[in-house]
């Protein structure tokens, strides 16, 4: 069994970090001190007890952080959307409306750093079944968190929910592929106005917009972590063509694509 925890440590140093992107969901519990995040066009402030759910698709940054400023950073791997607990693990990707990715642990402080902790010795051990008893720990911590969102899905049927999962797999996995509002809707066996209403209800974006993140996500990865050229990263990308890629990139970054790769490559 794949570990579902790509990482995870505490950190006690007040190092800033620029804008930037992992191709993990990430879960900051911070523990004391105070911080500000940057986060879709927003600046919002952290201090201890609040707890940063961080998509695979967002980009941030972190600073004006204090000497005392302490965390455990928990990154969660794309896949575990996919388990057996998909309303669960949507929390880490899904935007729907009222969704804020700050969260305030309140009366749940002490469970839930304790939960860190056991988290953080399971993962830092070398026992039998360690990514069995992970998933497990990794599941408790998220139930808490969850019963602190903000947003409410209990108006979203178990049935309509299973069908939005299984659309945003589908891309996620194939999402060099083509797709149409029509043929993703025959194959659920579902209305497109169906597909189109509920898909942005749950997950906060279009059907599109969503593919369009997937294919994006790969691209930054492909940029900073291989040395293909730009235009073979198009290719397998899934985008229709250079330019396109070229502007789309731009605008979602701020950056060319050749500026985002000499920018994080050098980190």
Do not use: W
């Not at 409306?97 to 839930?112: P, S």
């Not at 602190?148 to 945003?168: C, L, M, N, R, Y």
């Not at 106005?193 to 994006?216: A, D, I, P, Q």
Request: proline share 2%.
């Amino acid at each position: 069994m794949e570990n579902l925890i790509h990482s995870l440590y505490f950190a006690d140093t007040s190092k800033q970090t620029l804008t930037h992107y992992h191709d993990c969901h990430q879960i900051l519990f911070v523990t004391s001190g105070t911080s500000c995040l940057r986060l879709n066009g927003r600046e919002q402030p952290i201090h201890a007890g609040n707890i940063l759910i961080i998509s695979r698709f967002e980009e941030h940054s972190i600073f004006h952080a204090s000497d005392d400023y302490k965390r455990y950073v928990l990154r969660i791997r794309p896949h575990a959307k996919y388990t057996d607990n998909p309303k669960l693990y949507s929390l880490l990707f899904n935007r729907p409306e009222h969704f804020h990715n700050i969260l305030q642990a309140g009366a749940d402080f002490a469970d839930i750093r304790h939960l860190f902790d056991r988290l953080l010795r399971e993962y830092t051990s070398e026992n039998k079944m360690k990514a069995e008893m992970s998933e497990l720990l990794l599941n408790e911590l998220l139930v808490f968190i969850y019963r602190h969102a903000s947003f409410t899905d209990t108006t979203i049927d178990t049935a309509v929910f299973e069908v939005i999962s299984g659309v945003q797999e589908l891309l996620a996995a194939e999402f060099r592929e083509s797709f149409s509002l029509k043929e993703l809707s025959a194959r659920f066996c579902v209305s497109q106005s169906f597909l189109s209403h509920n898909f942005k209800k749950v997950t906060g974006v279009s059907v599109m917009e969503f593919l369009l993140s997937c294919r994006l996500a790969e691209a930054k990865k492909m940029l900073v972590k291989t040395d293909e050229p730009v235009g073979k990263i198009v290719e397998q990308c899934g985008f229709s063509d250079f330019s396109n890629f070229c502007r789309i990139f731009k605008k979602s970054t701020g950056l060319t694509p050749s500026g985002y790769a000499a920018r994080y490559k050098s980190k």
